[in-house]
């Protein structure tokens, strides 16, 4: 950041530290808001978009063992107003309710 607020531009900087200059860009704006130069933490845990209705899943698939993804697709749209992939809804009943289909 020295060499920023020294005067040099971002582009130069980041030459001169072979980064790129949008990364030079983001860490002086953050090193200007904030007054440290750190990057921001990576990632976290994101919620499933199906977690709140794995109750109504379950039950919708206990009544209906033989239902297709496309078939649950459907009926997450018309029933519950969702519209998912197909690779959504498998990755959480594979990941979360441990079934296949």
Not at 7 to 24: E, H, K, M, Y
Not at 28 to 47: D, L, M, S
Request: contains cysteine; aromatic residues 8%; charged residues 15%.
């Amino acid at each position: 950041m020295n060499a920023v607020v020294s005067g040099q531009s971002t582009r130069i900087v980041s030459a001169l530290f072979q980064v790129s200059s949008f990364f030079a860009s983001n860490l002086h704006q953050c090193w200007r808001q904030t007054g440290v130069a750190q990057p921001k933490p990576i990632g976290g845990y994101r919620r499933a978009l199906l977690e709140p209705y794995e109750v109504a899943l379950t039950e919708q698939l206990s009544n209906s063992p033989s239902m297709t993804l496309k078939e649950v697709q459907a009926w997450l749209a018309g029933e519950q107003g969702l519209s998912l992939s197909i690779s959504a809804i498998d990755k959480f009943l594979r990941q979360k309710l441990k079934l296949s289909l």
